[in-house]
């Protein structure tokens, strides 16, 4: 059974940062390039970034550019997201997605971890 | 970016009706437009990819169709159960990007 699970998330300062990890298990984590996707309070869901199984490829969306990093362990079977310079608008709901055959779209996803920027 | 909108927005049904949701694109995504569902307090799972595929353990009452810059969602006969936000996305470029969401609701 493929189980994608998040952690690292929490409450934290505008400026700040955390480092959001999700743990896969039940398919060859290796083979799969991956997503992360985040949902503000009651609003849709916004792609954040992408990394390919090697690392090789990696892609932002420009509202996170320069200040997130996506990185990925696959002896370990595990995904990250480094979020630095926080602010209020990061405030979400951080899934993980798998990305099925690299093609783009995201066939299993985590519980999700919410990351809140408060003062 | 590629934007995505979706319409209506709110969608309010009974059980065993037909309703369509609509996601267009601001450029063509040719057929690389998925379809998701999503329950409160839940992730989204996947219902249909490449516009019109079927995910696998999804029920049959569930379609998709559309290619170029017009897609839609249907579903055939509304069960209790699909009264959930719709979300569509498309994943020809990136940045992927999703539609706003379509929320059915009784």
């Known amino acids: 059974e493929v189980q994608l699970v998040e952690s690292g998330g929490g409450l934290v300062k505008p400026g700040g940062s955390l480092r959001l990890s999700c743990a896969a298990s039940g398919f060859t984590f290796s083979s799969y390039s991956m997503s992360w996707v985040r949902q503000p309070p009651g609003k849709g869901l916004e792609w954040v970034s992408s990394i390919s199984s090697g690392s090789n490829y990696i892609y932002y969306a420009d509202s996170v550019k320069g200040r997130f990093t996506i990185s990925r362990d696959n002896a370990k079977n595990s995904l990250y997201l480094q979020i630095n310079s926080l602010r209020a608008e990061d405030t979400a709901i951080y899934y993980c997605a798998r990305i099925r055959f690299s093609s783009g779209y995201m066939d299993y996803w985590g519980q999700g971890t919410l990351v809140t920027v408060s003062s | 970016d590629i934007q995505m909108t979706q319409s209506p927005s709110t969608l309010s049904a009974s059980v065993g009706d037909r309703v369509t949701i609509t996601c267009r694109a601001s450029?063509?995504?040719?057929?690389?437009l998925a379809w998701y569902q999503q329950k409160p307090g839940k992730a989204p799972d996947l219902l249909i990819y490449?516009?019109?595929s079927l995910e696998n353990g999804v029920p049959s009452r569930f379609s998709g169709s559309g290619s170029g810059t017009e897609f839609t969602l249907t579903i055939s006969s509304l069960q209790p159960d699909d009264f959930a936000t719709y979300y569509c996305?498309?994943?020809?470029?990136?940045?992927?990007?999703f539609g706003q969401g379509t929320k059915l609701e009784i």
């Open positions: 450029q063509s995504v040719i057929s690389w």
């Open positions: 490449k516009a019109s």
């Open positions: 996305q498309q994943y020809n470029t990136y940045p992927y990007t």
